[in-house]
């Protein structure tokens, strides 16, 4: 079954404490993405790669951190510093990262803040 | 900021109806304009998109409009049913790391 595997589905963050959303894909694709989505909000690109070794910050980085070592596997940590990270967090990929590319998301994580 | 607006926010249609959901954008610079459908607690999923270069686009109940001169696009479900409750997500962009969403639309099909 090819497709995008976020885990887990439900995360809990201590103040102070950093966290790691977890996605992997088995699409082959090239591009991943994080995206934020809020209640009343549409989703908001956090992070996005198109190689293995290279990322982009998005329209909202602040507070995040990446890595992509493997082309499979793109993982998110929500440091500290993001004061605000109670949210659902979705995975995608697309084929290359070109224009007008599919995107294909994941069942996405939710994070709370206890 | 947000490039695209959406509206409405919510919509209640009964089994058969069409749904409309209506979307703006600002930049003319977008060329790809998608919808995504999500159903909760689940990733969104691509359900249909259009590129300028067309006014219409039509795959099964589901209907893209898209009117440039106005900078609006919008979608159309026909024979609205319960399985299509789900909230539904324009988007547009230029290329792939710059798609902008609108805020959804909740889409509540009544038996």
């Known amino acids: 079954d090819g497709g995008i595997t976020q885990s887990p589905k439900y995360l809990f963050r201590k103040e102070g404490q950093n966290v790691t959303l977890s996605c992997e894909q088995n699409l082959n694709h090239d591009a991943m993405y994080w995206y934020r989505q809020d209640p009343g909000q549409g989703?908001?690109?956090?992070?996005?790669?198109?190689i293995?070794?290279?990322?982009?910050?998005?329209?909202?980085?602040?507070?995040?951190?990446?890595?992509?070592?493997?082309?499979?596997?793109?993982?998110?940590?929500?440091?500290?510093?993001?004061?605000?990270?109670?949210?659902?967090?979705?995975?995608?990929?697309?084929?290359?990262?070109?224009?007008?590319?599919?995107l294909f998301f994941g069942s996405g994580t939710q994070l709370s803040v206890l | 900021?947000?490039?695209?607006?959406?509206?409405?926010?919510?919509?209640?249609?009964?089994?058969?109806?069409?749904?409309?959901i209506n979307c703006a954008y600002e930049n003319t610079a977008f060329d790809y304009?998608?919808?995504?459908?999500?159903?909760?607690?689940?990733?969104?999923?691509?359900?249909?998109?259009?590129?300028?270069?067309?006014?219409?686009k039509k795959e099964g109940r589901f209907t893209i409009s898209f009117n440039k001169s106005a900078k609006q696009f919008s979608l159309h479900i026909m024979d609205s049913q319960p399985g299509d409750s789900a909230t539904y997500f324009c988007a547009a962009s230029y290329n792939n790391n710059d798609m902008r969403f609108g805020a959804g639309t909740r889409l509540t099909v009544k038996p």
């Open chain 2, 33 to 56: 304009f998608p919808w995504y459908q999500q159903f909760p607690g689940k990733g969104p999923a691509l359900l249909i998109a259009i590129r300028p270069d067309v006014s219409e």
């Open chain 1, 43 to 50: 989703l908001r690109l956090i992070y996005y790669s198109q």
């Open chain 1, 52 to 102: 293995v070794n290279d990322f982009q910050k998005g329209d909202i980085a602040e507070g995040y951190s990446v890595s992509r070592e493997k082309k499979e596997s793109f993982p998110l940590t929500v440091t500290s510093a993001q004061k605000n990270p109670t949210a659902f967090y979705l995975c995608a990929s697309s084929l290359r990262g070109a224009a007008n590319e599919k």
């Open chain 2, 1 to 20: 900021q947000q490039q695209v607006k959406q509206s409405p926010q919510s919509l209640i249609v009964q089994k058969g109806g069409i749904s409309i």
